[in-house]
């Protein structure tokens, strides 16, 4: 890992607008720094990695939240860390941090597929009965990320519990 990274748990020292800058070109999302300053203040954990000792100095690097109930479940969301500081580590140290203060039974993440080798290196694995509602759904829907496909491992799943005999191409709708 980089030499000289402070992981902190609290977001004094985090300027929110340098945040939105490292989502917008890491390349993750282009987002207003107040909703992402509102969406990690009200997050269950949130971890944020630093130069040097965690001090007003340090530069920001990256960030990672998770919201949860504390017992049963949580959910990881926005691991992101500055493109001219990924690949040295800093993103393991975020993910290694933010799984220390979840001490859930389930933890959930979505990631595209070219993501999802960096969370099996933290214990996570494809998840096959996931359900999701999108206030905008129509792109999600266009690239796939969405289907009203039910695949068909799930439908041998369904047959299996209900006894029902859906196809292979079974429609949720
Ligand atoms: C994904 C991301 C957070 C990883 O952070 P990073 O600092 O570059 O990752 P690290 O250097 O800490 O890598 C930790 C380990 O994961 C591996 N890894 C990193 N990215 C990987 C990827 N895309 N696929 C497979 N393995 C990956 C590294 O090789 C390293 O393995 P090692 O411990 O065996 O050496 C970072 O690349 C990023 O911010 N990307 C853009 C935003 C994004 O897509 N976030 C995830 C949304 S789901």
């Known amino acids: 890992m980089h030499t000289g990274v402070t992981i902190a748990y609290t977001h004094d020292l985090v300027e929110w607008d ?17 909703d992402i300053q509102k969406a990690f203040t009200n997050s269950y954990a949130c971890c944020f990695a630093f130069t040097g000792n965690g001090t ?22 926005d691991v992101v860390v500055a493109i001219e500081h990924q690949g040295h580590g800093v993103g393991g140290a975020l993910m ?20 999802q080798g960096f969370y099996k290196k933290f214990g996570f694995y494809k998840h096959n009965n996931t359900m ?15 289907s009203k496909r039910e695949p068909w491992s799930l439908a041998r799943l369904s047959r299996n519990f209900t006894g029902s005999k859906p196809g292979n191409d079974q429609m949720f709708e």
Not at 23 to 30: D, N, R
Not at 56 to 69: F, M, Q
């Open 18 to 34: 340098r945040l939105a800058d490292i989502f917008a070109h890491a390349p993750f999302a282009t987002r207003l720094p107040s």
């Open 56 to 77: 007003h100095d340090g530069v920001l690097l990256g960030a990672a939240r998770a919201i949860s109930d504390g017992v049963y479940y949580a959910v990881i969301l």
């Open 96 to 115: 290694a941090g933010l799984l220390e203060k979840l001490p859930v039974e389930k933890i959930y993440l979505t990631a595209p597929p070219d993501k």
């Open 132 to 146: 999701a509602r999108y206030a905008h759904p129509e792109a999600a829907f266009e690239n796939g990320v969405l």
